[in-house]
């Protein structure tokens, strides 16, 4: 930077602009970093957006630099930087990808499920998509080798595809909507898979709490689960009205002559109804749980309580840490 202005008294670049201890204030934040539109956005613009956060974090930006200018740097540095590392995201794996990619997925899984070939292809498709997503959110203080990625891609899948397979076998003869939700269960199956297995390090090593002065106390195990957990649910309800709602609205639909004479259109007809769902769902789901997650000092292992205690008394009631998308 050169000739740096001091930023203006009062403002700071990393205080949420709405009250993160409610659903509504998350919803708004969500609403703003996860916006497909970033997606579009060239990479050196992220660059310089990454570039002017941190200069304002130190107490500078750029002369004539409006506050409009610093958030909108900052919207794009959340969409598109790991909060825990700072380092920039793969494209697939951001939560503002999830509506251009998810809508496409989802929507031919809910229309190729008829044929056993077309859902393990599908499926094979989702879970792929899934991996991305799982290990570009996951704690990045807590790494996981090529292996376990393997293994957890491998396992997730396969759960994915024992579910829907099985299922799409046993609802031949069952009324054909519930086909159609076939796809739905095995998301949720696999999700409950995937999600764990793709973070199973800080499952087994714990990851890093802090006090609320983000002064950091130790590692827990079971704040990594509590977190997961929450994450686990938030996928299954991203997915949950799409996948539920739409499969009863094309029932009804493709009853009409108009809908059984355009029969091609089906396939993008319920990628764009995906979408809409999607594009609210992605930053509501996500907005369920609070980001910066806490637990309580009494539910922590007790090693990790007795050293907190012993160090800072009865002045640590909780902990926090980040618990992923």
């Given at each position: 930077?050169?000739?740096?202005?001091?930023?203006?008294?009062?403002?700071?670049?990393?205080s949420?602009?709405?009250?993160?201890?409610?659903?509504?204030?998350?919803?708004?934040?969500?609403?703003?970093?996860?916006?497909?539109?970033?997606?579009?956005?060239?990479?050196?613009?992220?660059?310089?957006?990454?570039?002017?956060?941190?200069?304002?974090?130190?107490?500078?930006?750029?002369?004539?630099?409006?506050?409009?200018?610093?958030?909108?740097?900052?919207?794009?540095?959340?969409?598109?930087?790991?909060?825990?590392?700072?380092?920039k995201m793969?494209?697939?794996?951001?939560?503002?990808?999830?509506?251009?990619?998810?809508?496409?997925?989802?929507?031919?899984?809910?229309q190729?499920?008829?044929?056993?070939p077309?859902?393990?292809?599908?499926?094979?498709?989702?879970q792929?998509?899934?991996?991305f997503?799982?290990?570009?959110?996951?704690?990045?203080?807590?790494?996981?080798?090529?292996?376990?990625i393997?293994?957890?891609?491998?396992?997730?899948?396969?759960?994915a595809?024992?579910?829907?397979?099985?299922l799409n076998?046993?609802?031949?003869?069952?009324?054909?909507?519930l086909?159609?939700?076939?796809?739905?269960?095995?998301?949720?199956?696999?999700?409950?898979?995937?999600?764990?297995?793709?973070?199973?390090?800080e499952?087994?090593?714990?990851?890093?709490?802090?006090?609320?002065?983000?002064?950091?106390?130790?590692?827990?195990?079971?704040?990594?689960?509590?977190?997961?957990?929450?994450?686990?649910?938030?996928?299954?309800?991203?997915?949950?009205?799409?996948m539920?709602?739409?499969?009863?609205?094309?029932?009804?639909?493709?009853?009409?002559?108009?809908?059984?004479?355009?029969?091609?259109l089906?396939?993008?007809?319920?990628?764009?109804?995906c979408?809409?769902?999607?594009?609210f769902?992605?930053?509501?789901?996500?907005?369920?749980f609070?980001?910066?997650?806490?637990?309580?000092?009494?539910?922590?292992?007790?090693?990790?309580?007795?050293?907190?205690?012993?160090?800072?008394?009865?002045?640590?009631?909780?902990?926090?840490?980040?618990?992923?998308?």
């Amino acid at each position: 930077y050169t000739n740096m202005a001091t930023v203006s008294l009062g403002f700071n670049i990393d205080s949420p602009r709405w009250d993160q201890s409610t659903f509504v204030g998350r919803l708004k934040h969500f609403l703003n970093i996860t916006d497909p539109r970033t997606v579009l956005v060239p990479e050196e613009e992220l660059d310089r957006a990454k570039a002017l956060v941190e200069g304002c974090r130190a107490g500078l930006v750029p002369p004539g630099s409006s506050q409009e200018q610093l958030l909108y740097a900052k919207k794009l540095y959340d969409s598109a930087f790991h909060p825990d590392s700072g380092e920039k995201m793969n494209l697939i794996g951001r939560m503002s990808f999830q509506v251009p990619g998810g809508m496409a997925i989802t929507g031919f899984m809910l229309q190729f499920y008829r044929t056993v070939p077309a859902v393990v292809f599908w499926q094979w498709v989702n879970q792929s998509f899934n991996a991305f997503v799982n290990y570009t959110n996951r704690n990045a203080a807590s790494p996981i080798s090529l292996r376990q990625i393997g293994v957890a891609y491998v396992t997730a899948t396969s759960a994915a595809l024992a579910t829907a397979v099985g299922l799409n076998l046993y609802t031949k003869r069952a009324p054909p909507l519930l086909a159609r939700w076939v796809p739905f269960a095995a998301v949720a199956a696999a999700n409950c898979v995937n999600i764990p297995m793709m973070r199973q390090q800080e499952i087994i090593n714990g990851i890093t709490v802090t006090d609320e002065n983000n002064n950091e106390l130790g590692r827990s195990r079971r704040a990594a689960v509590k977190g997961i957990a929450q994450v686990v649910l938030s996928r299954i309800t991203m997915a949950a009205p799409g996948m539920i709602i739409l499969p009863i609205i094309m029932e009804r639909l493709e009853k009409f002559p108009f809908m059984q004479r355009i029969r091609v259109l089906h396939g993008p007809l319920q990628v764009l109804l995906c979408g809409g769902f999607l594009l609210f769902m992605v930053p509501a789901a996500c907005a369920l749980f609070p980001q910066r997650c806490s637990l309580a000092l009494a539910d922590l292992e007790v090693e990790l309580r007795d050293s907190i205690v012993a160090k800072h008394g009865d002045k640590v009631p909780y902990v926090y840490f980040n618990k992923g998308l």
